[in-house]
């Protein structure tokens, strides 16, 4: 279900587009305006419950991507995929322990990459799969397939997942 | 210079730590200015991801009238400026004034921003960037939203604010970076130069220890070759023998005596004397603590700054005391084994000496192979604690949701799980030095077999090794192992302790963020007026807290800071008391700015009463009288009466002498508030911050305290904070803040005459509440 907010209820349908300003524009029949997306559950449900939002607070919730029209899905999949962009891990060339932080060096679909993380800061699992590894700047490393790693990767990884 | 190495370090940061340049690379800064028309770069940042998000490098490139995007051609290029052959760079720029809005969508780790322009029109630029450059990228877009609110800030060195910004989260996690481990040990060494004497005196006496230790062995064997065969031979007379052998017992006896004797000096000087190193550290520690700024304790964990001044001492007394000694002689006392082994009978010699690097070998290898499984453990074992320090102090929540048996469940889950690491660590050691130990043994018995042949002889010949060498020999080896344990796990030794003193030095290179200039100015007295004036500021350069906020205060007014929670209002009475220090604009006490006062003469002057009300471990005369600690029994009593918590005070059964605080006797809220307002009386501060000391207590304590309070603001200049408008009756002013600006400001009926204000708003809603 799309539950517009209050705000705008009982105006028609939702439409998204990407206007030439490279903004996301979401509008009904009579307004528009350019809008941000959040997923409500990045991990657990990153399809479902996407919140659209301007600075004044939520436009609409979208239940799923398959409520919108074709135009407007598109380009929803598309902002979202740019919102939950991670670093996908490929391959870990090495890790190194230092007084309280800890230097990865690893080989991402993105491209290769050196990061720091706290040494009491684990990588977690996430519901959709894999472990997820968090820098001191805030960067998600996805490793979505520890055991599909090559040797050596696994190696480095061992200690850190279950 | 001071700032020069900073700047150093947060470049040696970005070329250790990242994979990024240190700075914008020549040739890209050329092509920008070159389209600039030769005016310089002020600000920059690295983009990182290119429009298929993809990892890349581009630089943002702030000008005095312009904006530059600094690509290479091809596009296809590595984050890895330094080693690129290719250094063609293409600028795309547009000019600042055709800039309408800048907006930033945030991700999971690729930001977006936008320069947008004309509306309906292509944006002007699109950006895309991973956190890591976000506060570089922050610094950038800092300027450019003030310049479209009317303001203009000054800009730094480019390259600087770069690296900073790059270096910043790292040197949180950890300050020290780029700290070498053979400096760190240095410089702890360096402790004991206080102690020169002390440490001599240690380090003789245990090479005493060393050298004495292999003197039984060496008598042995020579009692055995020179007086008990020659006499059970009949070669010499038995009064001789008797004579030398008596001579020997005696000679063992002093050896053993000197041994203990030295043993004695070593283990108290040098116990001693690390001690007194873990003191001076733990005093500098404290000392510097106190003089570093909030900024800092908001980064840092309270427990990982207590474990450093307590267990990170501790374990660097245990490293000076026995440690550095312990592996030093063990290096010696090996040596010199070796050395006697192998002039007592060098083809045995070798036999028992040639392994003992590969069991040194060996047990290092061990240790390094036990790190993973260490590191595993360690994991496991924090997911153990933290259910622990999620559910002790919450478990009013957990049994209120009747959710013990889950946890129960939860934890026990937890606590197998590092069971089972531990047992594989046990198991991995208790396979190892079993096998080790049989190594060990092994070569002993190569050494028997060895020696026998020669200790019998050929039939005809006589023996080449005597009864008495072999059994010193014998002795020898088992002296072996000790040292041996101690050179393989010296690297951990090392290793452990040097970790230790970094994450003390890490503090103690901490330089406060808030500096007083080489000649502070005192207002003696202070007035009481205070200014912004078009004051931003963030506390982690990425998100500005307060934007361009300039108001002006006049000695003696009461002023009600009001509005949403999150708007601003307790960062701006941090500025006032210059916890922080603003990003941009100025904060000015009696006309002067607070960075050229001297501040603690400044928060001497301030009065903080909070909501959560501090009291520290100790009597209620001591929590009042705690900014002055010579305030006579009448000041208290008076100053409690003013905050009407005289009458509760004086029926606790130990009146004013009553322990309160951490593990004292419980306050209620309201009670804990009196006091601190107590306290905030008699400091009697020229400025009085209130954030909102009143919002946690019913009614009736609130008119208790709105009462002491009102005695308390009289005569000051006052920043309130309250939740509840009525509490602001008395205010001269009103500001009311909203997502980091000041967004009104006038008196109650002022305000109230916009009725579409936010303060008319938020009183409509009170009023409502209170009638329904
Ligand atoms: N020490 C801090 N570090 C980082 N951010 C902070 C800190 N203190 C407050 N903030 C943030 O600054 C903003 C304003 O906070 P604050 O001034 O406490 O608001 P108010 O007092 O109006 O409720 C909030 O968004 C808050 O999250
Ligand atoms: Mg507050």
């Known amino acids: 279900m799309i539950r517009l907010s209050e705000k705008y209820q009982g105006l028609a349908e939702l439409t998204l587009e990407r206007r030439t300003d490279g903004q996301l524009w979401a509008s009904g029949d009579d307004w528009a305006k350019p809008v941000r997306v959040h997923r409500c559950f990045p991990w657990s449900e990153p399809g479902r419950f996407l919140s659209l939002r301007d600075d004044d607070g939520e436009v609409a919730l979208v239940g799923g991507l398959d409520e919108l029209d074709d135009p407007s899905r598109r380009v929803l999949e598309s902002a979202i995929a740019e919102a939950g962009f991670v670093l996908e891990v490929t391959r870990i060339m090495n890790v190194e322990e230092e007084v309280e932080i800890r230097t990865w060096e690893v080989e991402t679909r993105q491209g290769p990459r050196i990061f720091q993380t706290r040494l009491d800061d684990w990588p977690t699992t996430v519901p959709g799969g894999g472990i997820v590894i968090r820098d001191v700047a805030g960067d998600l490393y996805h490793v979505a397939d520890p055991t599909g790693l090559d040797g050596k990767s696994r190696k480095w990884l061992w200690a850190f997942v279950d | ?772």
């Open chain 2, 1 to 772: 210079m001071e700032r020069e190495t900073q700047n150093a370090i947060d470049r040696r940061i970005v070329e250790r730590y990242t994979d990024q340049p240190a700075r914008m690379p020549v040739a890209a800064r050329e092509a920008v200015e070159g389209a600039w028309g030769g005016r310089p770069v002020q600000l920059y940042a690295l983009i990182d991801l290119d429009a298929g998000m993809r990892l890349d490098e581009a630089w943002l490139a702030l000008g005095e009238s312009q904006v530059a995007i600094a690509r290479r051609p091809t596009q296809r290029g590595t984050p890895r400026a330094s080693d690129s052959v290719d250094e063609t760079w293409e600028a795309q720029t547009f000019p600042r004034e055709r800039l309408q809005a800048i907006r930033e969508t945030p991700g999971l780790s690729g930001n977006t921003l936008t320069f947008l322009g004309v509306p309906d029109e292509p944006a002007l630029a699109v950006v895309r960037y991973t956190h890591r450059q976000r506060r570089a990228v922050e610094n950038v877009r800092f300027v450019l939203e003030q310049e479209l609110e009317g303001r203009s800030v000054p800009t730094g060195d480019a390259d600087d604010a770069y690296a900073a910004s790059v270096a910043a989260p790292i040197r949180e996690a950890q300050a020290l970076v780029a700290g070498k481990q053979g400096a760190v040990l240095w410089r702890l060494l360096s402790y004991l130069g206080r102690y020169r004497g002390q440490v001599i005196l240690g380090f003789v006496a245990a090479t005493i220890i060393t050298g004495v230790s292999l003197v039984p062995p060496w008598l042995a064997g020579y009692l055995i070759d020179e007086v008990v065969r020659p006499v059970q031979d009949g070669v010499m007379s038995v009064e001789d023998g008797t004579t030398v052998a008596w001579l020997m017992v005696a000679a063992m006896a002093v050896v053993y005596l000197v041994r203990q004797a030295s043993a004695l000096i070593r283990l108290r000087y040098l116990a001693i004397l690390g001690e007194w190193v873990a003191r001076d550290l733990r005093t500098e520690l404290y000392e510097h603590l106190q003089r570093l700024s909030l900024g800092f304790y908001s980064r840092k964990k309270t427990g990982s700054l207590i474990t450093r001044v307590s267990s990170d001492t501790d374990r660097l007394w245990d490293f000076l005391a026995f440690g550095v000694v312990d592996a030093s002689l063990s290096a010696v006392m090996l040596m010199g084994l070796s050395a006697v082994l192998l002039s007592l009978d060098w083809k045995l010699g070798l036999v028992m000496v040639v392994p003992v690097p590969l069991f040194c070998w060996s047990i290092y290898k061990h240790g390094e192979h036990m790190n993973r499984f260490f590191i595993r453990a360690w994991r496991k074992w924090s997911r153990v604690t933290d259910i622990l320090s999620d559910t002790i102090p919450g478990m009013r929540v957990v049994k209120a949701f009747n959710q013990e048996e889950r946890e129960t469940g939860r934890f026990n889950e937890r606590n197998v799980d590092v069971t089972d690491e531990f047992n594989r660590i046990h198991q991995s050691w208790t396979t190892f030095w079993p096998v080790l130990m049989l190594a060990v043994h092994a070569t002993t018995v190569a050494v028997w077999a060895f020696a026998m042949p020669r200790l019998l002889g050929e039939p005809n010949a006589e023996p080449s090794l005597s009864a008495g060498t072999f059994v010193s020999f014998l002795l020898y080896t088992t002296m072996f192992i000790g040292p041996m344990e101690v050179i393989g796990q010296i690297a951990r030794t090392v290793q452990r302790a040097t970790t230790s003193a970094h994450r003390v030095f890490e503090v103690l290179d901490t330089e406060p963020e808030i500096v007083d200039r080489p000649d502070p100015v005192r207002l003696e007295p202070i007035e009481g007026q205070v200014a912004f004036e078009d004051v931003s500021f963030g506390y982690d350069g990425v998100r500005q807290v307060l934007r361009g906020v300039s108001f002006a205060v006049k000695p003696g007014e009461m002023i009600g800071l009001v509005g949403p929670s999150g708007g601003g209002k307790t960062t701006v009475t941090n500025l006032i008391a210059r916890f922080y220090d603003v990003t941009a604009g100025r904060v000015a006490i009696d006309g002067v700015d607070v960075r050229e006062l001297d501040t603690g003469h400044l928060r001497r002057q301030i009065g903080i009463v909070l909501q959560e009300p501090y009291l520290f471990h100790g009597s209620v005369t001591d929590n009042i009288r705690y900014g002055h600690p010579e305030a006579t029994p009448e000041r208290v009593i008076e100053a409690a009466k003013a905050a009407n918590a005289h009458d509760f005070i004086v029926k606790l059964p130990l009146g004013y002498d009553t322990i309160v605080g951490e593990r004292g006797q419980n306050l209620s809220g309201g009670e804990r508030q009196r006091v601190s307002i107590a306290r905030a009386i008699l400091h009697d501060p020229r400025i009085l911050i209130l954030d909102e000391a009143t919002s946690a207590v019913d009614t009736e304590t609130e008119r208790n305290i709105q009462e002491a309070m009102d005695r308390l603001v009289a005569g000051r200049t006052v920043f309130a904070i309250a939740h509840r408008l009525s509490t602001l009756h008395k205010a001269s002013r009103l500001f009311v803040m909203k997502e980091g600006r000041l967004v009104e400001s006038g008196t109650h009926e002022e305000l109230l005459a916009e009725p579409d204000g936010v303060y008319a708003k938020l009183h409509g809603l009170q009023m409502q509440l209170a009638v329904g």
